[in-house]
């Protein structure tokens, strides 16, 4: 070797946390690819944090330099992800030691941990306990949610692809039931994610301006939804457009508190289940103004449409995934990189590092002056924030066959050098 | 003007019929620029035969050359369509004669209606009144359905978008629900059209081949629902590969016959609804097995999905309306221009005319061999029929705002000639 490489066995550690976006493998290529280059090796816990419970680590140098370029373009999670939030360190303190033992065990001085704010809790607590055990680790968080609701970031990583992929939606569909309304649907109502707040609704925002253009009612979980406003905003929507699409968040609740999917649908058992207030709002438009309906309910495959992702969420995916092992290499501890941005038009950003205890356990709300005084649409601001998020497409190839060309990894486990643990 | 112009009065009128697709501008710009081509000037029919019923007639002249070719790209029905099918001429001569009145009003010596089995009856009874009215008009009916059930055309233009929306979909949904399974997710339902036939659920097997990959499930109306069966195949299927993606048609029943959907859900209000299967299945797979689930209904998304077309779909959309002209300024009559394949790999594909009366109110089935022998998959036949209606990408330009970039006609009306008529 020509200059004086970094000590070979010293490895890193990268796990996936909670739910899969479009893009969060393209973070996992931001990794491996920069380590790579660096001469670090990569191990990638297998489900998750679970992984690196049970000791489940796959070896990512085996992997291919084409099938981690590939996971740029693949949505899912490559190696795995779980719902699995640790407790305090009080509460299990066992749990957190064991993850020290299986980094020791092996040789692992870099962790980066790609999730929420849970996840950023996590890493924090790692650093912490690390440091009191007496076991040099490295902890970075790697910011991933479609929720947008990390703090500090200006946004996360995931969100622009499910906003575009709800802002196209938004726009097709209603392409559709503007031809259909004369006889036809003359409600249509998209069901779209967010149990606390209201970003991605207020993405779909961006299919259309001005206030015959679709979306013409949005509602959001920040706001209690109002029956007689709702039925009010769609009808006079429908006398003076001739019809009208509706984005609701699956979080809205009505003036009791309850969310309003539970207040209505009920399964064949009687049992009241969320991820069901389209049909609600559809039965009330139905029920009230005798409107014809159709509604849609996209659920994960708004998450995982990489065909449809955003450039600029792909190229930040990529980018915190690069500053995280960068920044591990520097030696950096207990920080996340974050999307700074610099001007909304023309678009720039840049990553800078956060400390993690700005981050752990927080919760970005969106402003109050997102939202127009009615609660039924968005501001000029929440445009300038969002648009550029949505902006560029991120080309994927397609086989022969007319699909995409998504990635497999062979995941090819790291032999165990410790005792099973049961958590 | 250097030869012999075709006469400047007689014109052309184009309608489009039931649901709209993906495609179906496509056709229309078919139609459009290939009359432009031989000087014969095209009146739309607004929102369908409606608007032909009504006179409200919008002068494609008055759309420039751009706008007829982004067309090509725009989803949705440019000059609104309608869910009307015409009585029999015994039942409501006096429509038909209204027809035959607002055409002769206007010198429309064609008369192109795009859509399913409904309006080839439709354009064939019209054909044949004019002939018995003495008015001298030729109909020809252009092929639109995402249900894929028309008579004598190999496939339906419509149809392989969907088709390939569905395929995709599944895809990166599994992907998704593969890296949730070990805590979260393990059976996603996704729900597709298809009242009477399966031909969008089958699509949906070209997301992978083998017992593992997804869709491991396929619920067709075809075949009647098996709860036992169905429940012990998500169980194997979890415990062998961990997850289950099933894809189910909206229009599957029990063995007493009624759809799935309406034996289920009930809405906020007690009524029972169509287009819910998915949330009865999900609820039945919880009951009875206990897993996590996920479930999603794109509905309007599925068919209006250009950004996700088939180039196959996209062409044969447009060649199926530069035909319809070609026929029609070569004296024929009665006729559809269908889709004849001559090869399945490489898929190849020629237009023909065929006869309406072959079309008019007849529906293709599903072939027997198409399903596999326990009525959950596709086999080997249907995989050749369907893959080459996915292949190819129908490239779309997209604005900096990161939207497609869809037109909208300014659809100018045709000033009246005639009185009102009520219908």
């Known amino acids: 070797m020509k200059s004086k490489a970094r000590p070979a066995t010293g490895r890193m550690l990268y796990?996936?946390?909670?739910?899969?976006?479009?893009?969060?493998?393209a973070t996992a290529a931001?990794?491996?690819?920069?380590?790579?280059?660096?001469?670090?090796?990569?191990?990638?816990?297998?489900?998750?944090?679970l992984g690196a419970l049970r000791e489940e680590l796959i070896d990512t140098g085996k992997e291919t330099a084409a099938a981690i370029e590939a996971l740029r373009h693949t949505p899912g999670g490559a190696f795995g992800s779980c719902r699995y939030k640790l407790k305090s360190l009080d509460a299990n303190r066992a749990e957190y030691e064991r993850l020290i033992d299986v980094l020791r065990a092996h040789d692992i001085r870099w962790f980066l941990y790609n999730g929420g704010n849970d996840s950023a809790d996590t890493a924090l607590k790692i650093s912490q306990l690390g440091k009191a055990m007496g076991y040099d680790i490295r902890c970075i968080g790697v910011p991933k949610t479609v929720d947008n609701d990390l703090a500090v970031t200006d946004c996360c990583p995931g969100f622009g692809s499910v906003a575009k992929y709800t802002a196209v939606s938004?726009?097709?569909?209603?392409?559709d039931v503007a031809s259909m309304a004369d006889t036809s649907t003359k409600?249509?109502?998209?069901?779209?994610?967010g149990r606390h707040a209201g970003w991605i609704a207020?993405?779909?925002?961006?299919?259309?301006e001005g206030e015959d253009a679709p979306p013409h009612i949005i509602l959001f979980p920040e706001r209690v939804f109002d029956e007689a406003a709702f039925i009010a905003k769609v009808k006079a929507t429908v006398e003076r457009v001739g019809w009208c699409t509706v984005v609701a968040?699956?979080?809205i609740r009505n003036a009791e508190g309850q969310f309003l999917a539970e207040a209505g649908t009920r399964d064949a058992f009687g049992h009241t289940q969320l991820g069901g207030v389209a049909p609600v709002l559809a039965a009330l438009v139905k029920e009230e103004l005798g409107y014809k309906y159709h509604w849609a309910l996209p659920d994960y495959l708004q998450r995982s449409a990489r065909h449809l992702a955003s450039k600029t969420?792909?190229?930040?995916?990529?980018?915190?995934?690069?500053?995280?092992?960068?920044?591990?290499?520097k030696d950096m501890n207990a920080v996340m990189p974050v999307i700074v941005r610099s001007s909304d038009a023309p678009y720039r950003w840049k990553i800078e590092p956060a400390s993690l205890d700005k981050i752990a356990n927080r919760e970005k709300k969106m402003p109050a002056n997102f939202l127009t005084r009615d609660g039924f649409g968005i501001?000029?601001?929440a445009r300038r924030y969002l648009a550029p998020l949505i902006q560029g497409e991120a080309p994927l190839p397609y086989g022969r066959d007319g699909l995409p060309k998504y990635v497999q990894m062979k995941n090819v486990a790291v032999a165990k050098r410790l005792p099973e643990f049961s958590h």
Chains 1, 2 share one sequence.
């Open 187 to 193: 409600v249509f109502i998209l069901e779209v994610m």
């Open 249 to 251: 968040s699956e979080g």
């Open 15 to 25: 796990a996936q946390s909670g739910g899969v976006t479009a893009v969060i493998n």
């Open 30 to 49: 931001g990794v491996i690819q920069t380590a790579r280059a660096h001469g670090v090796k990569v191990y990638a816990a297998r489900n998750g944090i």
């Open 379 to 381: 501001t000029a601001a």
């Open 202 to 208: 207020a993405a779909s925002g961006l299919a259309g």
């Open 170 to 175: 938004t726009l097709e569909a209603s392409l």
């Open 313 to 329: 969420d792909a190229d930040q995916a990529y980018a915190v995934g690069k500053a995280a092992v960068e920044y591990a290499l």
